[in-house]
T-cell receptor, first 115, second 112 residues
């Protein structure tokens, strides 16, 4: 079975602090994604990566950056958190074929609260 | 812009009933459509993926269908159980797009 592991399930931070969310997948997938999920807004794509060191902006990249130094690992960085970044963050991965072809697998999510 | 709609937003049924969840999309140029389940506070679990060339996919008590001409997909759950209670989301991928567009989900409650 595909396993996507997010390092932190729950985090509480103060405004202005830096947050580093890590995601690791064990199925050698080429594509990795970061979403956030908010009540009433659904899932929104922040960034995705289709290869090591490659990244593409999604719908809401402002205030976020990402890093993909190894194929299995995709990190989401919030350099200076704000209260409007309180959310559930979900990492996902899929196999290449075409970037749009693969079945998407999600991690358990990281619930971030910014005070 | 692509829109994905799931109606109703919430559904409550007695245990044992067969039920259908609906997903509609506005763009006929579909590549595939994926159904997910999400339990409270958890990530999404993939249930079924239907490619644009397929009309349906089955997994156990679940059957997903795709009608491109009408812009609809349905998820059929047979003999529902309390353990099926969750939010079900559909996600549309358009031809030539890397992005999935998600519906807001249908929250299903199966009453024992």
């Amino acid at each position: 079975d595909v396993k996507v592991t997010q390092s932190s399930r729950y985090l509480v931070k103060r405004t202005g602090e830096k947050v580093f969310l890590e995601c690791v997948q064990d199925m050698d997938h080429e594509n990795m994604f970061w979403y956030r999920q908010d009540p009433g807004l659904g899932l929104r794509l922040i960034y995705f990566s289709y290869d090591v060191k490659m990244k593409e902006k999604g719908d809401i990249p402002e205030g976020y950056s990402v890093s993909r130094e190894k194929k299995e690992r995709f990190s989401l960085i919030l350099e200076s958190t704000s209260t409007n970044q309180t959310s559930m963050y979900l990492c996902a991965s899929s196999r290449q074929g075409a970037i749009w072809a693969g079945e998407l697998f999600f991690g358990e999510g990281s619930r971030l609260t910014v005070l | 812009k692509q829109e994905v709609t799931q109606i109703p937003a919430a559904l409550s049924v007695p245990e044992g009933e067969n039920l259908v969840l609906n997903c509609s999309f506005t763009d006929s140029a579909i590549y595939n459509l994926q159904w997910f389940r999400q339990d409270p506070g958890k990530g999404l679990t993939s249930l079924l993926l239907i490619q644009s060339s397929q009309r349906e996919q089955t997994s156990g008590r679940l059957n997903a269908s795709l009608d491109k001409s009408s812009g609809r997909s349905t998820l059929y759950i047979a003999a529902s159980q309390p353990g099926d209670s969750a939010t079900y989301l559909c996600a549309f991928r358009g031809a030539g797009s890397y992005q999935l567009t998600f519906g807001k989900g249908t929250k299903l409650s199966v009453i024992p």
